[in-house]
């Protein structure tokens, strides 16, 4: 039996004829730039998200870039994120000349340890009162599960800092009540194909119930112009174009199925590695009471991972680690002088992790086959 970490064949097996039929219409009206399809994918990314605004952007890096911007960080500022993450979402503050500041994780979601945070913030604050370095926090829902967003949100009302949620991996991940990308100040999404709800390139929004960021967003995303060739900002060129705003409006109806049978995947992991008695070998994600999990991906920490993980590769199982290396050891961050050592929870979690195919159309006897891999792998000692 062959179990791809990810195979969207299936999927586009079951939209392929509306799809190709929507991207026909692009083709037939020469639109490709900010048309219709932008604005309307732009509302019904704000009606899902909960967001009074939504902004269409060429990528989830660029989201987090515009999004930065849109704060006000630049150079030297100070934002504070999180080393177990996806390169972009440091990359992005490193590029506007600003300094991530990394902290470390929960070892049990892999989301920022607000305690952390705060901890960063309290040293810092007993310098100078008013020339606070830091600019903005930067959390990110990890693998589809949303940070401790009360908690941060709390210490950045405290701090009078603005929370930009990385919410690429985390599109309709329930906190309290709301949904991911309308918890902190703005949410970033990414539409790369890999992610919940992708197109067929690149795109990424910026959700916001500010009107003023949005705002800025817009022109942010059109080199800093209201009036066609008149500039007030510097800007970039990130749109989402009509192309990939068709695909994923004929995609965004059928997320909500897709992330039903993530959930239903997940539940039947866990009562199969239950079922295996794999205890002190494999642990399963841990969900909090108050969040629902979109699952993005299925990550368990497991004994002897990289032995574990060529073992399924024999066994036609695909695998992956998110991620392999902290940011903070990460070459391009070496003049920001982190030891190792320092974040230890995310270098731990570096070594241990490794995510499991949950794609929606896996089967369930595609699931059995994979944790019996699993269970014979540690049977053999
Ligand atoms: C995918 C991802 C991004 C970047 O999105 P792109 O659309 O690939 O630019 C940012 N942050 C996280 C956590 C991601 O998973």
């Not at 991530?100 to 309290?122: H, Q, S």
């Not at 990110?140 to 701090?159: E, P, S, T």
């Amino acid at each position: 039996m062959k179990v791809p970490l990810l195979d969207l064949a299936g999927q586009y097996r079951s939209i392929r004829t509306e799809v190709l039929k929507e991207v026909k219409t692009v083709c037939d009206s020469q639109h490709y730039i900010l048309g219709k399809n932008c604005a309307a994918l732009e509302s019904e990314i704000a009606a899902y998200s909960g967001a009074r605004f939504a902004v269409g952007v060429a990528s989830g890096t660029d989201a987090l870039l515009l999004a930065l911007m849109a704060a006000g960080v630049g150079i030297g500022d100070k934002v504070i994120t999180t080393p177990f993450t996806f390169f972009a979402t440091a990359g992005s503050i490193a590029r506007l000349g600003a300094l991530p500041v990394f902290v470390d994780i929960d070892p049990r979601t892999y989301n920022i340890d607000p305690a952390a945070v705060e901890a960063v913030l309290k040293k810092s604050a007993k310098g100078v009162k008013g020339l606070n370095p830091f600019k903005a926090i930067l959390p990110v829902h990890l693998y589809g599960q949303c940070a401790d967003m009360a908690a941060i949100n709390k210490i950045a009302r405290k701090y009078g800092l603005p929370v930009i949620e990385d919410a690429a991996q985390s599109i309709g991940a329930g906190y309290k009540g709301k949904k991911a990308g309308a918890i902190g100040d703005m949410g970033c999404f990414s539409f790369y194909p890999t992610k919940n709800l992708g197109g067929f390139g690149d795109g990424g929004m910026v959700t916001t119930n500010s009107p003023k960021l949005a705002g800025l967003v817009r022109m942010l995303r059109v080199h800093g112009s209201k009036k066609r060739y008149y500039h007030d900002l510097v800007g970039a060129n990130s749109r989402l174009d009509e192309l990939q705003a068709a695909v994923i409006r004929v995609k965004l109806k059928r997320l909500d199925a897709w992330t039903d049978g993530r959930i239903k995947n997940a539940a039947r992991y866990d009562a199969l590695f239950e079922k295996a008695g794999l205890e002190g070998k494999v642990a399963v994600p841990y969900v909090e009471g108050n969040c629902l999990s979109v699952y993005n991906q299925y990550v368990i920490r497991a004994k002897k991972r990289d032995e574990l993980r060529a073992h399924l590769s024999a066994q036609g199982i695909g695998s992956e680690i998110y991620y392999p290396l902290s940011l903070h050891q990460q070459k391009c961050f070496k003049y920001l002088s982190y030891k190792t050592g320092s974040l230890p929870e995310s270098e731990k979690a570096a070594k241990q992790v490794m995510a499991l195919p949950i794609y929606p159309e896996l089967s369930a006897a595609q699931q059995k086959y994979v944790v019996a891999s699993i269970a014979a792998f540690y049977e053999k000692g």
